[in-house]
DNA sequence: CGTTTGGTTGAAATGTGTCAAACTTTGTGG
DNA sequence: CCACAAAGTTTGACACATTTCAACCAAACG
């Protein structure tokens, strides 16, 4: 359960989670021409409307996408982590739809679409990784869909709590029963469709039952099976390789 | 604003809303082998954790997508009408994460997966046409997340009426004022997160306000412009190709 | 024409939101 | 390293949108 070699590259070791790569497949990929930066905290990457001509992957640090409309409400589609290409869809979508932006001071690697077109051209299977990531991407926004309307806050919260964990354990940042989750009671409530002093009150609850704790970006799972059940979770919308949900 | 030629086939009709194909390319979809078959309404196409071999393309009637937990909560995830393929995404994605079943009865076309891998092959552009129709259902899995995570009940539905409504007038089955909606009160709280009590409410609401009607299976809007500003609606996640939205 | 399915309405219960205040932690400039 | 400001968390009281339960009605259908 130890992490992945520490070496590899974030974009590589996000891909292999949900793809088989061959040496050559990796040595392509770590051969695009990429543009690193490095952002502060609570900054856009992208914009809804914004039509880029690039596509950029989180390499460290958190960022979340999200819709914003007229009045002010914010819904969180997504939380992104090392690896995750949260815009990659501009590839063949001309406008955004929605924005990203990050949660923690992040280092980011943009690629030009036309690199990452050549690259589809001349590696097939890697083109068709690149598909699937989007497709997971939308299995996970379909999960959340019925995460807001379906459960109960309690379900809803502890639910995210599980994807997290398991998200962040497939690619090697996640110990059994801890991970960094660097979220304020705000964007969580965005996240669920729910208010802060709710958010509030849920988080009491789940750490009252002895399911999960948030603190000081830190969530602690004591009871992984319990928080499972609690948060009506099942892997099965990850589409991980090899099924990775640790015991 | 008459309907498109009623002989070009559903598939093609559909896709050239969001895509700019090219004669050979119209054929190629053509020359696909399609099993064709009717079903009746109220039956699961495929299931949430079948491996299908095979895609399928709504030729006629309505299917909706939807997950369904084990305490029985349904959540509906989208709506399907003619030419949509509303599990292309088994095409890369082995175990299907939701279930879609008809609303109405329906005509279907199955496609083996081999047969749209091979046209992939040799048709790129094609490959990117399907690429980017999944990426649209993405984006209106984004949308309803910010449909029932942040409007209130009488926007929900307001808005859901205006996403169909565009979608239809796209592949020519609305008229200006009205199109068929063959879903019923129960379906359309699984859609929104709300009870079926809720939704016949706030149908009340939407048609005294003079916004919207929906009855005996159609939708008729007196007044575009104050429903689409209920309901919160921008076109853009459509992502149709020539902003097809109708004044 | 009776049976089923879907729609409508009322009254009461409740989960979640709203408003407001106090408290705690984090970050920062002096 | 302190002191202050800013950001985030916690709690209480109350309001309200939505659910629940239950009954009745209307339309569809074999």
């Known amino acids: 359960m130890a992490a992945t070699h520490p070496e ?3 974009i590589i070791r996000k891909l292999e989670t ?7 497949e990796r040595e392509a990929l770590l051969r695009l021409p990429m543009q690193i930066a490095d952002l502060r905290a609570d900054q856009d990457i992208v914009r809804e409307g914004d039509r880029p001509t ?3 992957a989180l390499l460290e640090g958190w960022s979340c996408s999200y819709k914003m409309n007229a009045e ?7 939380f992104s982590i090392s690896g995750d290409m949260p815009d990659l869809q501009s590839l063949h979508l001309r406008e955004l739809d929605y924005s990203v932006g990050t949660l923690t001071p992040c280092k980011v690697g943009f690629v030009e679409h036309q690199a990452l077109l050549d690259l589809c051209k001349n590696q097939p299977r890697i083109c068709n990784a690149f598909w699937r990531e989007t497709l997971i991407e939308a299995a996970i926004f379909r999960e959340w869909l ?11 919260i502890a639910h995210i709590f599980c ?7 497939a690619v090697g940042l996640a110990t059994d029963r801890t991970y960094d989750f660097p979220v304020t009671q705000a964007e969580l409530a965005d996240a669920t469709g729910m208010t802060t002093v709710h958010v509030n009150r849920t988080l009491r ?14 969530v602690t799972i004591p009871d992984w099976e ?3 059940q609690a948060g009506d979770f099942e892997v099965r919308y990850l589409h991980l390789k090899g099924r990775a949900e640790a015991a």
């Open 205 to 218: 609850d789940l750490r009252e039952a002895g399911l999960a704790t948030l603190k000081g970006g830190v």
């Open 54 to 56: 690039r596509c950029f």
């Open 8 to 10: 590899i590259h974030p």
């Open 226 to 228: 319990s928080l499972k």
């Open 146 to 156: 019925f995460n807001v309307g379906q459960r109960s806050a309690f379900a809803r």
């Open 18 to 24: 949900i793809f088989k790569l061959d040496e050559s």
């Open 163 to 169: 994807e997290l964990a398991v998200r962040m354990r």
């Open 72 to 78: 002010g409400n914010r819904q969180i589609m997504g």
